[in-house]
């Protein structure tokens, strides 16, 4: 099965994004530059913790929301 | 006056003086803010990464500063409008931030920013569950207050005024009456002071601390008004323990003559 050579788009952080069929969280996290310690990852609106990003295979239409620190009052 | 600390979710501190992080002219101004106020506990926030576009080495600051100070984070779900939302957020913000600790901020309102305090007693109820320090940003309504309490928060922020107002205590009648009803919790007013007398008033109140970020970050010297907060807190808090007289509505004299007149007696 040639998943890799097949795309899909979701949606990240509100945005169309193609990624490669049955990519990971945690792949999609690498891919876009950032480690993994440095982001929060939400799909579809429910919390996805770090140790479960390796395990989480996005769907097509998936919306990946990313969060990182910031200053607040 | 002697040591005088207090608690936060088993922690001891000794400063009343929470910080926000947020709106500071640079980097450097807010480092020299933290240490100026002595505070040990700062707020931060989390950002769509989208949006956020870096921060310009606010956060890095912000955690080189708490390093030198022994100081701790609390970070916010601020941006929220449902308990659903902001029970995600806190999730994420115990994973990036590592620490158990959360302010809970679930808005009801656009205009003046009030939390809602329906869905803020569910998040809070949600998230005790699930093992966190719930510090709830909530308004000085006691019913709302006790559903937080009874939900396991182990303390109350009511507002003083609207974020970012700096109106200062809108209704102290409602906050006496919080810290009346409530004896023994720990409460924090949060938000709406706006200048150290306001904080000052707070801790003469009873109020165990204060939670602000504008005040200073908008301050035309944020670094010099955080130092005078720090002073305002620490005269409240010292004539809340020391005992504030009592108001009356009519004058009584301070000089002991004995009510008579000391010359020419009493006037025909």
């Known amino acids: 099965m040639a998943s890799g050579l097949r795309m899909m788009e979701i949606r990240l952080d509100d945005r169309p994004h193609g990624v490669d069929d049955g990519i990971t969280l945690a792949d999609l996290i690498a891919q876009l530059g950032h480690l993994p310690e440095q982001v929060g990852t939400a799909v579809n609106g429910v919390f996805v913790p770090r140790a479960r990003r390796v395990a989480h295979v996005l769907q097509p239409g998936d919306a990946v929301l990313l969060f990182q620190p910031i200053v607040g009052g | 006056?002697?040591?005088?600390?207090?608690?936060?979710?088993?922690?001891?501190?000794?400063s009343r003086f929470l910080l926000g992080t947020a709106g500071y002219p640079s980097p450097q101004v807010l480092r020299d803010a933290i240490a100026a106020s002595g505070t040990q506990v700062v707020t931060v926030g989390l950002k769509r990464t989208l949006a956020a576009g870096g921060d310009n080495g606010f956060v890095s600051i912000v955690r080189d500063a708490l390093r030198q100070q022994g100081a701790r984070l609390l970070p916010n779900t601020a941006g929220c409008r449902s308990a659903r939302e902001a029970v995600q957020l806190a999730h994420m913000a115990r994973e990036l931030y590592d620490t158990p600790w959360i302010k809970l901020e679930?808005?009801?309102?656009?205009?003046?920013?009030?939390?809602?305090?329906?869905?803020?007693?569910?998040?809070?109820a949600q998230l005790v569950r699930d093992g966190f320090v719930v510090l709830p940003y909530c308004?000085?309504?006691?019913?709302?207050?006790?559903?937080?309490?009874?939900?396991?928060c182990p303390l109350l922020m009511p507002w003083g005024a609207p974020i970012g107002s700096g109106q200062g205590l809108l209704n102290p009648f409602a906050l006496r009456t919080l810290r009346a009803r409530l004896p023994g919790v720990t409460l924090i007013v949060d938000a709406g002071i706006g200048a150290p007398s306001h904080a000052a008033q707070a801790l003469e109140m009873g109020f165990d601390a204060v939670l602000l970020n504008s005040a200073v970050a908008q301050a035309g010297d944020p670094v010099a008004m955080a130092r005078a907060f720090r002073l305002a807190v620490q005269a409240g808090r010292q004539a809340w323990r020391a005992g504030v007289m009592a108001s009356q509505d009519f004058a009584v004299p301070s000089t002991p003559v004995g009510g008579e007149p000391v010359l020419l007696g009493a006037a025909s």
Do not use: K, N, Y
């Open chain 2, 1 to 14: 006056m002697s040591h005088d600390p207090w608690q936060v979710g088993g922690i001891t501190l000794d």
């Open chain 2, 106 to 124: 679930v808005v009801g309102d656009e205009h003046t920013l009030q939390p809602d305090p329906f869905e803020l007693v569910i998040a809070a």
């Open chain 2, 139 to 152: 308004t000085d309504d006691l019913v709302t207050c006790r559903r937080l309490l009874d939900a396991g």
